[in-house]
Every structure is written in C-alpha cells, then in structure tokens.
C-alpha cells in the first residue's frame, strides 16, 4: 500500500521560512506527478505546487510562485517543499499527494481529485 508522510510543519513568523518533506513509499509503478496542497478550516483544498514524475517539471500557484520551491532527493522519493518569505495567509494544513493519472493537460494536477494518493498533513503556522 502506497504510504506519503509529511514532517516539518510548525509555527514560524512572517517572513521566515519552512521545509516541508514528503517522504513516499511502496510505488509499484513511478508516479505521474507529486505535489503539495493546503487546506484551511471551511475552504477547499488548494494546489500549492507539483513535479512531474518523468522529467521534474515543477509548476507552481500563482499565490507561492517565487516563494516556494518544489524539489525532490536523488532517489524520487522524497519531496520537499522549500517555503520562503511566509505570511500569515500561509497558514494551513499541507498535504502532499501523488498520483498514476497522466493528463495531457498539465493544470489538471492543481485539482484534488486528480490525485489517489495523499498523507495525513501537516500543519503550518504563520503568526508573530
């Protein structure tokens, strides 16, 4: 059974930084796309960020582009994602989640129901 786990969630203050890691096990087949998505109380689920399995292209919301880096390590399973300049509109659940899906149409990894696999969160506080 696939396993995603997340750590290094906290409280930070505004402006500083995080690295969340997303550490995925027991994939039969490489994943088509992992990413990170974030939920506040009473809202949806929201696309933060994601990498192509093949190739690691990496997209981004428009709400984090350029302060939020998506990588992973050498051996594919593990993800990271790197959060600079926070703010308290930041402030959520992340869960990352992979996929086997591939879409042609790369905008359709933003959606939560393109994905199978997800962990159990982690929480991210920004507040002074």
């Known amino acids: 059974q696939v396993q995603l786990v997340e750590s290094g969630g906290g409280l930070v203050q505004p402006g500083g930084s995080l690295r969340l890691s997303c550490a995925a096990s027991?994939?039969?087949?490489?994943?088509?796309?992992i990413g990170w998505f974030r939920q506040a109380p009473g809202k949806e689920r929201e696309g933060v960020s994601f990498m192509q399995g093949r190739g690691g292209t990496t997209y981004y919301a428009d709400s984090v582009r350029g302060r939020f880096t998506i990588s992973r390590g050498n051996a594919k399973n593990t993800v990271y994602l790197q959060m600079n300049s926070l703010q308290p509109g930041d402030t959520d659940v992340y869960y990352c989640?992979?996929?086997?899906?591939?879409?042609?149409?790369?905008?359709?990894?933003?959606?939560?129901?393109?994905?199978?696999?997800w962990g159990q969160g982690t929480q991210v506080t920004v507040s002074s």
């Open positions: 989640a992979a996929t086997l899906r591939y879409y042609t149409s790369t905008h359709n990894y933003f959606s939560r129901g393109a994905y199978d696999y």
């Open positions: 027991r994939f039969t087949l490489d994943y088509n796309a």
